[in-house]
Nanobody, 129 residues
Framework: VQLQASGGGLVQTGGSLRLSCVAS????????MAWFRQAPGKEQELVGA????????YYADSVKGRFTISRDKAKATVYLQMNSLKPEDTAEYYC???????????????????????RGQGTLVTVSS
């Protein structure tokens, strides 16, 4: 399984970026997808997650209302649209995939970081003040 994130860069406060994550090698099992970030000296944070069907979404309070996750299953790609960026959003962003074995999932389960057993290399986002 390979997950490759791209789209990071340098942006000014208030700007926008769209990150992409292309997945390859996933089996026929459905997979929930998530975005994580880690800033220097800080713990890893689950930014948001999207169920395999796209019906359920989770966003961390720190990004709610500013970030949006979407996915294109035909392209095996998940996106993270980031608007109104702040300096505190500066971090390495990477995506994760969690195999789904149930029809239904709670938001609590969807947002559990340990479920995302597949994680890829990240892309750096820097927001200047």
């Amino acid at each position: 399984v390979q997950l490759q994130a791209s789209g990071g860069g340098l942006v000014q406060t208030g700007g926008s970026l769209r990150l992409s994550c292309v997945a390859s090698g996933l089996t026929a099992l459905s997979h929930d997808m998530a975005w994580f970030r880690q800033a220097p000296g800080k713990e890893q944070e689950l930014v948001g997650a999207c169920s395999w069907s796209g019906d359920n979404m989770y966003y961390a309070d720190s990004v709610k209302g500013r970030f949006t996750i979407s996915r294109d299953k035909a392209k095996a790609t998940v996106y993270l649209q980031m608007n109104s960026l702040k300096p505190e959003d500066t971090a390495e962003y990477y995506c994760g995939a969690a195999p789904r074995r149930t029809v239904y999932i709670t938001i609590s389960e969807l947002s559990r970081p340990s479920r995302y057993i597949y994680r890829g290399q990240g892309t750096l986002v820097t927001v200047s003040s």
